[in-house]
Structures are given as structure tokens and as C-alpha cells.
């Protein structure tokens, strides 16, 4: 009899297992962009054999296994036995099961394989730090990341970042093509490059999550899987290189920022400013991870990093009981050795902010000018949506009405133009 539940655990072991299944198979193949494509033959036939046969006592084990087979397959049709195909049989033993199963009978479990768990651990690093690799487009490194270390399918991503899925798959087959003509070699960089490559992989989970917290098109606000998604990569990066400070410096940033998540929306998905939320509705546990994930880049005497500095003030909005409690002299100079570390138009218009709370309007106001006068964030909605709101707060109407009619025309998300055709409607005439 057929087993219902297959399929889901298709799925679910999937999301789990695929990116020590995919870097497993790179390690024993060589070959990057195979590993993923023996891993997808080996996915889609646990899709046909395990709602019929049942699932198997090692899931995990039984997608490998099958990956592997299929790359014996290859290898033979190569005709290319030689001391790789030697070494994967040797692995495998000649004497096993076919990939479905015994023959006639594809219902029993494969062989099962012993996880080595220190080469797990590298081979998932090597996964992230290939899948991330500088030679590749940020739109490409995001994509590939999320295909093979994060498990999501093509129309997954595609869902979350609101593009057609045949421009994901395009991405993905262009990235193994460049990777493969580069000559990327599956492995963690040497100690001398790691630091450097480091970057681009914290950047690629940074980019995930900024795209689902503030979602930048369509019609939701937050995109929670998107979100939850890259809190799962940076967790594991961060247990895969527990002395690198920006690895905890990241992981405390998207915890404290998804903290507040339960109270950045009402009932019917609109916005709720800073100031207006149910700080009740924050989630403490997740608080709580982000200030020891913070602690732990701390304690590593280097100073903090762009990451860690901040999420120090996502920390400053968390332990804070209202906006007006909240430590803005603190945030601002935390934002100043920010904009020193990693200089940005986005950090100086949140300084901007920062420094508005904390000083007034009319200081920020010749923060927010001196960047439009340099021709900052010209399209984008946040530059003249603050200056709008900054312009309020002095009294100057006319031309806050100027700024934020700009943001709304410059504004792609449906649920944060609302909130800007809100503030234009309580201006009046």
C-alpha cells in the first residue's frame, strides 16, 4: 500500500540533509555543479519510490547512496572507471543494492552510510564558501545558496524574490557554468583566504534576510520563510566557524531583528511603525539569542564588526521599554563607528534617525541634505521618505508633501506605500 506521508518526508528530509547530501557527493565526485544535479536525480526518485515503498530507515543515507550510484552510472558511460570510479566503489562495496533498491524489489533500503561528522561540517563549509564564491553576480551567489545549501526549489525562490522561476533557473545554470570555467575547486579556502571569502558568504545571508524582513516588492511586508530561512544558514555558519566574531556578529543581528517581527504588522498585514508596536509581542527567546550571539562576537577581543555593531543597536531598540527609554545617544555613535567601518548612504540616512531622536529634527535635517546634495539613494523611497518626515516635524508642509509624493512614486512594496499615502493624506491641503 501506497504511504501518503512519502512525499512530505521527501520534502523534509530534503530541506534538512540537501546541503551535506550535495557537498558529500562534491567531495567524492569533484565536481560541484554534478553533485548538485546527482543530488536533484537522487531527490526525484526518493519522489517516486517512497509514497509506494515506504520511507526508508535512512533517509539521508538512501539519497546519498543513490547520488552516488548515479555517479558510478556516469563514470561508466564515460567510460571513465580509472582510480575515481575505483575509489566511489570502494566506498560503496560491489555487492550492494541497485539505486531503487535490490532488483525486482526497490522498496528495501539502500546500504547505510556512516556520517562522518567532522567531514559533514567541512563539507557543508565548502558548500557555502563555493556557493558564495566572489567570481559569481550577488543575484547568482543568493540563488545558488539558497538552491543547494538551504534546500529551496527553483519555484521557491522564485516565489520569495518575486521574479519569474525560469530567471532562477537561468541564474543557477549560469553560476555552476562559471563556476566550473573558473576552475572553483570544491574546499574550504586555506587559512590565508578564508577571512576574505568570509565576507561574501556573511553578505549572500544578510542579503536573504534583508529581502525577507523588508520585502522590497508585492504586497507583504515581511516574507517569514525568506527570513526564517537565512537565520537557519547564519545558525549553521556560525557552528561551523565558531571563532570568526562576525559570524555571531550576523547571527545576533537577524535574531534581534526578527524578534520584533510579531508586532511590525496588524491584523491585516499593514506596517506598525517603531513607535506604535506592542513591545509585549516581541519575542523574548529570540532576544535572548541575539544578545548572547552578540556576547560571543564580544568576547572575541577583536572589536565589533559591521555586523556586530549592528546588531549592538538592534540591541539598544530590544532592551529598551518605549522609543522615548531608548538609549539614542548610544545608537547614534554606534552608527558612527558603523559609517567608519563600512561607509554607506543607508548608514548615515539611519544616523540621520538616530540623531533626530536624540538631538532633533533640524540636526538630521542637514545629515539627509548633505547626502541628497551628493546624489545619494536617487532611487530609492527611504532617502526622501525621512527627509519628508524630518520636514514634518519642523513645520514645513509644502515641502514634506514634495518629499514623500517622491517616495511613493519610488516605493515598490505595497504595504510601506500605504503608510507613506497615509502620512500625504494627514498633511491635508
Same mark, same amino acid.
Given at each position: 500500500m501506497a504511504d501518503p506521508t512519502g512525499r512530505e518526508a521527501v520534502a523534509a528530509v530534503w530541506r534538512i540533509e540537501s546541503a551535506r547530501i550535495v557537498g558529500a557527493l562534491a567531495r567524492y565526485t569533484g565536481d560541484f555543479a554534478l553533485a548538485e544535479d546527482l543530488a536533484q536525480e537522487a531527490l526525484a526518485e526518493a519522489l517516486v519510490t517512497w509514497p509506494r515503498a515506504g520511507v526508508p530507515r535512512s533517509p539521508a543515507g538512501w539519497l546519498l547512496t543513490v547520488g552516488r550510484r548515479r555517479a558510478i552510472d556516469l563514470f561508466r558511460r564515460r567510460?571513465?572507471?580509472?582510480?575515481? &570510479? /575505483?575509489?566511489?566503489? *570502494?566506498?560503496?562495496?560491489?555487492?550492494?543494492? +541497485?539505486?531503487?533498491?535490490?532488483?525486482?524489489?526497490?522498496?528495501?533500503?539502500?546500504?547505510?552510510?556512516?556520517?562522518?561528522?567532522?567531514?559533514?561540517?567541512?563539507?557543508?563549509?565548502? $558548500?557555502?564558501?563555493?556557493?558564495?564564491?566572489?567570481?559569481?553576480?550577488?543575484? /547568482? *551567489?543568493?540563488?545558488?545558496? $539558497?538552491?543547494?545549501?538551504?534546500?529551496?526549489?527553483?519555484?521557491?525562490?522564485? #516565489?520569495?524574490?518575486?521574479?519569474?522561476?525560469?530567471?532562477?533557473?537561468?541564474?543557477?545554470?549560469?553560476? #555552476?557554468?562559471?563556476? @566550473? =570555467?573558473?576552475?572553483?575547486?570544491? @574546499?574550504?579556502?586555506?587559512?590565508? =583566504?578564508?577571512?576574505?571569502?568570509?565576507?561574501?558568504? $556573511?553578505?549572500?545571508? &544578510?542579503?536573504?534576510?534583508?529581502?525577507?524582513?523588508?520585502?522590497?516588492?508585492?504586497?507583504?511586508?515581511?516574507?517569514?520563510?525568506?527570513?526564517?530561512?537565512?537565520?537557519?544558514?547564519?545558525?549553521? $555558519?556560525? *557552528?561551523?566557524?565558531?571563532?570568526?566574531?562576525? /559570524?555571531?556578529?550576523?547571527?545576533?543581528?537577524?535574531?534581534?531583528?526578527? +524578534?520584533?517581527?510579531?508586532?511590525?504588522?496588524?491584523?491585516?498585514?499593514?506596517?506598525?511603525?517603531? =513607535?506604535?508596536?506592542? *513591545?509585549?509581542?516581541?519575542d523574548r527567546a529570540a532576544i535572548g539569542r541575539g544578545r548572547a550571539a552578540l556576547a560571543r562576537a564580544e568576547q572575541a577581543g577583536r572589536g565589533l564588526g559591521a555586523y556586530g555593531l549592528q546588531a549592538a543597536i538592534a540591541e539598544c531598540h530590544a532592551v529598551a521599554p518605549s522609543v522615548e527609554a531608548t538609549d539614542w545617544h548610544r545608537i547614534v555613535l554606534l552608527y558612527e563607528a558603523l559609517g567608519r567601518l563600512a561607509p554607506s548612504p543607508v548608514v548615515e540616512l539611519n544616523r540621520a534617525v538616530a540623531v533626530a531622536m536624540a538631538e532633533g529634527p533640524a540636526a538630521a535635517l542637514s545629515i539627509v541634505d548633505e547626502l541628497a546634495a551628493g546624489g545619494a539613494l536617487v532611487n530609492s523611497y527611504l532617502l526622501p521618505s525621512v527627509r519628508g518626515e524630518l520636514l514634518i516635524r519642523l513645520g514645513r508642509a509644502a515641502e514634506a508633501r514634495a518629499e514623500l509624493e517622491r517616495a511613493v512614486a519610488l516605493c515598490g512594496n505595497e504595504r510601506e506605500r500605504a503608510v507613506l499615502e497615509g502620512k500625504l493624506a494627514n498633511l491635508g491641503d
Open positions: 567510460s571513465a572507471l580509472g582510480d575515481r &570510479y /575505483a575509489a566511489l566503489a *570502494r566506498h560503496l562495496g560491489e555487492g550492494g543494492v +541497485a539505486a531503487g533498491g535490490a532488483p525486482g524489489n526497490p522498496g528495501q533500503d539502500t546500504e547505510e552510510v556512516l556520517w562522518d561528522p567532522d567531514q559533514i561540517d567541512d563539507d557543508v563549509l565548502a $558548500l557555502m564558501f563555493v556557493s558564495c564564491h566572489p567570481v559569481l553576480s550577488r543575484e /547568482a *551567489r543568493v540563488a545558488l545558496t $539558497l538552491r543547494v545549501v538551504g534546500g529551496l526549489t527553483s519555484d521557491e525562490i522564485a #516565489k520569495a524574490f518575486l521574479v519569474p522561476t525560469a530567471t532562477v533557473q537561468a541564474r543557477i545554470t549560469r553560476a #555552476k557554468k562559471t563556476l @566550473a =570555467e573558473a576552475g572553483v575547486p570544491f @574546499a574550504v579556502p586555506p587559512a590565508a =583566504e578564508r577571512a576574505a571569502r568570509l565576507g561574501s558568504v $556573511l553578505n549572500v545571508v &544578510y542579503v536573504i534576510f534583508t529581502e525577507g524582513s523588508s520585502a522590497s516588492s508585492g504586497r507583504e511586508l515581511i516574507r517569514l520563510d525568506l527570513a526564517g530561512e537565512a537565520q537557519r544558514l547564519a545558525r549553521v $555558519l556560525a *557552528r561551523l566557524v565558531p571563532d570568526e566574531p562576525e /559570524a555571531h556578529g550576523l547571527l545576533a543581528l537577524l535574531e534581534l531583528t526578527a +524578534a520584533r517581527f510579531p508586532a511590525r504588522t496588524g491584523p491585516d498585514g499593514e506596517p506598525v511603525l517603531l =513607535e506604535h508596536q506592542d *513591545r509585549r509581542r516581541w
